[in-house]
């Protein structure tokens, strides 16, 4: 295992005994909050004891998973959560998202069994931070702890790879779909619309576009007033947004950036 820098709810918790002390150099308090999200068997209970047995600096608390709801615990903000994949669900990406999301502040490491290469791959597209292994030594749990703690992410190299490899595919992929809606846009536009129109994205005003493509401030109205028209807007704000809502691969991303910031202001 290399470290690199690269609802569901639950229903009753339990907290086994502890001695806590401070040594985490990245958190500023005196212990280290884990908490274990699965089923109350064997493992998690073997996982708790071990990790309190490693290091009495972890305060660490067990939720247990139950299939109808979340039960957070009222208590409990936690540094580290960690996930039994066992009770992961699909739409996986979803079911992740929407356990992280009650702790978005924690590190998230998943643990358990039965974790082949593309669902390793697949959760560190969720986002999270590392998985632990069935076969991974009380060291090992602990590296990987302390990795995560410390902002790094707890990954084989292998699968670090092969997410950086996708991840650069997609990003070229993406910024080729850009270029060719640009394309699209600009064929439409004659050749002092285009100039205009690139001064406009850069926020400038009438007297300074007028500047920098040689025209008078009349000039520059008139081919704004054309601009506005073939975009169906009445300023150059809407313009703007109309502008990029052409180009991007997402539909109505104006629409999309609108949509998401009302959400969240609504939490």
Known sequence: MTATNASSVMKESYTAP???AGISNRLSIDRIRILIIGRRDFSVDGLASMLEARDSNYLV????FDNASIAKPATVEPDVLLIQNEILREPLEHFIHSLIGE???AR???F???MDDDHLYRLVRTGIHGYIKERMSGDDIKHALDCVIDGNTWIERHILERFISTQHDFDAALESQFYSKIEQLCSNLTKRETEILCEVVKGLAIK???EKVHLSHQGVKMHLAKLFRKFKVSN???????AFDE???AEDLSLLLHNGLKKKLQL
Not at 61 to 64: I, L
Not at 236 to 242: D, G, H, P, S, V
């Open 18 to 20: 502890q001695d806590v």
């Open 61 to 64: 608390t067990c939720t247990e």
């Open 103 to 105: 702790y978005p502040d």
């Open 108 to 110: 998230v490491l998943v």
């Open 112 to 114: 358990g069994k039965n």
């Open 208 to 210: 300074q576009i007028a």
């Open 236 to 242: 150059r704000n809407q313009l703007i947004l109309a």
């Open 247 to 249: 180009m991007s691969p």
